[in-house]
């Protein structure tokens, strides 16, 4: 709500009609850029930037006093050239123009799971372009200013493009986006630097779409700029769906040539259609991933290859079930050798746990740089030589599994190399856990440690003479040692440095701390800590102390003594008991007696008792 207020406080100026002296204005491009962010769009949540135009648009109504009838009856009002006076007029039709948009890009989503739900997403696009038409011819009205003309017809041209494109009428579209990407970059070109930026940003979002519809025109040249723009993350949303699936259908194409592949001085025939598509574009993503320079985009093409490895892996593993399937049914001739599909399945595998390596070797190199940085005065928390480890791991784990490929088993070779890669990273490892050994001051662990790195690096030098070239692509062990060599004297300096401390912390603490202040009354003592709430008075509780006991006495004549006779008491107490009971039998035969036959008969039945 404060969004929106402060959108539509663009549109006041001094006098009451919301207009310059120029004449009546909008900042189309910022107050639909400010709205997207803002409610949904920066997640891809068209649902939600629907109900946020549409509680716009209710608003502007009733603030206008605009209203399409009452709650009984639909009353259709137009905005005409005549009604336009106030600004908000103008926005009230870019609303509806956008809810229509967000609404058929919501469809749109859908439609993926549901493809009827296209045709209703290309009737609600249509719709937004008639908005945008109309207000195209509301901003030629003569009180309307020149900048939000232009921007009315580059917004009108952008959603006729849009339905052009969805209906595959390439030619159409891109000379609607063209005349919408001249006018922006002259508005780009004609105001100050924040306008700039919106503009040019504008024009960036529309390229993609442009050299789609050039290359479906025929314009071959096109397909090299767009798998440039998927190197440097352009064409998002929908855009990078349509380039993905242009891709895979030029391997497609290309598949058809493609026979075999050869891996370890072995030849596979490659007879599935994926799998020879996935092979055939393994070098032009390898390429992609070597010359991004956005880290972002590396990670994002890093998962997109290993997505399409799992999902041919799972295409052969299916065709491995069949051949199992056939292999019970009569003899194989084959029975101790690996087949032709299963070494396959080998190599596919074997991409996809180098690409794991060479993912989380990368996000290992991004956050070894990050550690070096100074750490920020905020209260973020940095990286950590933990986070490290657990990327390398996950290298371990890969490497282990590739040890275990069926039909490399004996390949002397290829195991070497993989002894080799994991010495380098358990090297790395080794060096990152004694690295958060030094966090936590642990010097003696940290020490034994980096002696393990030194000793992994001797073996690993000793091994590369017979394998001199699997090192090439694995991280430089020598640096690793002068690392090493440094960090071990850092080390002894901070663990000597933290001796010195810990030597001269207890004494202080002796003083002012152990002895309370009713002890060392007679001595100056500068303490701090007396004048805190737990401030050391006195030892409580207090200690115990021995104190004298009670003396004991002992009855020495006890039994020489002779004590008078008690009979006459006891026979006293007797008599005297004996007197009262017969007293109280006597006083219940009596009321007995004054209660007559009705006593009597109560006295018999017990009621006289009551």
């Not at 880290?295 to 041919?312: F, M, N, P």
């Not at 062990?477 to 912390?505: C, F, G, H, P």
């Not at 603490?509 to 737990?534: A, G, I, W, Y």
């Amino acid at each position: 709500m404060a969004a929106d207020k402060k959108n539509e406080g663009k549109l006041a100026t001094v006098d009451g009609n919301h207009s310059t002296d120029e004449g009546l204005g909008l900042e189309i491009l910022q107050i639909i850029k400010d709205s997207q962010q803002q409610h949904g769009l920066r997640h891809d949540d068209y649902q939600r930037y629907r109900r946020y135009c549409a509680s716009r648009l209710r608003r502007l109504r009733k603030s206008l006093g605009f209203k399409m009838g009452n709650r009984h009856k639909f009353t259709e009002k137009k905005i005409t050239v005549d009604v336009l006076s106030d600004s908000r007029y103008l926005l009230l039709v870019l609303m509806e123009a956008e809810r229509s948009w967000s609404y058929a890009m919501e469809l749109k989503q859908e439609a993926i799971a549901e493809p009827r739900k296209r045709y209703h997403s290309l009737a609600r696009l249509r719709k937004a372009a008639k908005h945008g038409e109309r207000l195209e011819k509301l901003c030629e009205c003569p009180r309307v200013d020149a900048r939000t003309k232009l921007e009315a017809q580059a917004y009108t041209a952008y959603l006729t493009g849009m339905v052009e494109f969805e209906l595959q009428q390439w030619t159409p579209a891109v000379e609607a986006f063209n005349k919408c990407k001249t006018i922006y970059e002259k508005l780009a070109s004609a105001f100050t630097e924040d306008l700039a930026v919106l503009y040019h940003q504008r024009v960036e979002e529309i390229s993609p779409n442009i050299r789609y519809c050039a290359y479906n025109i025929g314009d071959q040249n096109a397909i090299n700029e767009l798998m440039q723009m998927r190197l440097t993350g352009g064409g998002g949303g929908f855009m990078a769906e349509k380039l993905e699936a242009l891709i895979t259908q030029m391997r497609a194409k290309q598949a058809a040539t493609m026979s075999e592949v050869e891996w370890r001085g072995r030849s596979v025939p490659v007879k599935v259609e994926k799998v020879r598509i996935f092979l055939l574009g393994l070098a032009d993503n390898e390429a992609a991933i070597a010359q991004a320079t956005n880290e972002e985009t590396k990670e994002h093409l890093y998962e997109t290859l290993l997505s399409e490895c799992r999902d041919t892996i799972q295409v052969v593993r299916e065709e491995l079930k069949a051949e199992a399937k056939q292999r019970e049914r009569g003899p194989d001739p084959h029975s101790g050798k690996v087949s032709n599909l299963q070494f396959l399945h080998s190599y596919l595998t074997y991409i996809k746990l180098c690409t794991v390596v060479k993912r989380n070797e990368n996000m290992a190199n991004m956050l070894q740089v990050k550690l070096k940085e100074p750490q920020a005065a905020d209260n973020k928390r940095g990286p950590r030589p933990q986070d490290l480890i657990r990327l390398y791991d996950i290298i371990l784990q890969s490497l282990a599994e590739l040890s275990t490929l069926p039909g490399v088993e004996k390949d002397n070779t290829f195991q070497g190399e993989v002894v080799l890669k994991m010495l380098v990273y358990k090297a790395y490892r080794c060096f990152f856990i004694a690295q958060s050994y030094v966090v936590v001051k642990k010097w003696s662990e940290a020490l034994v440690l980096y002696e393990r790195v030194l000793k992994y690096a001797r073996e690993i030098q000793s091994k590369s003479k017979t394998l001199n070239n699997s090192l090439k692509d694995l991280p430089d062990v020598q640096e690793l040692i002068a690392d090493v060599n440094a960090e071990k004297y850092s080390l002894q300096a901070s663990a000597i440095l933290d001796i010195d401390d810990t030597a001269e912390v207890p004494s202080q603490q002796q003083v002012k701390d152990n002895k309370p202040l009713s002890e060392c009354l007679e001595t100056f003592n500068l303490n701090h800590t007396l004048v805190r709430k737990q401030a050391n008075l006195v030892h409580f509780p207090p200690d115990f102390e021995p104190i004298p006991c009670t003396p004991l006495f002992f009855d020495l004549a006890l039994k020489h003594l002779a004590f008078p006779p008690l009979n006459n008491k006891v026979m006293k107490q007797k008599d005297k008991a004996d007197k009262i009971e017969q007293k109280r039998k006597d006083d219940k035969v009596e009321q007995k007696c004054q209660g007559g036959l009705t006593g009597y008969i109560k006295g018999i039945f017990g009621f006289g008792n009551t």
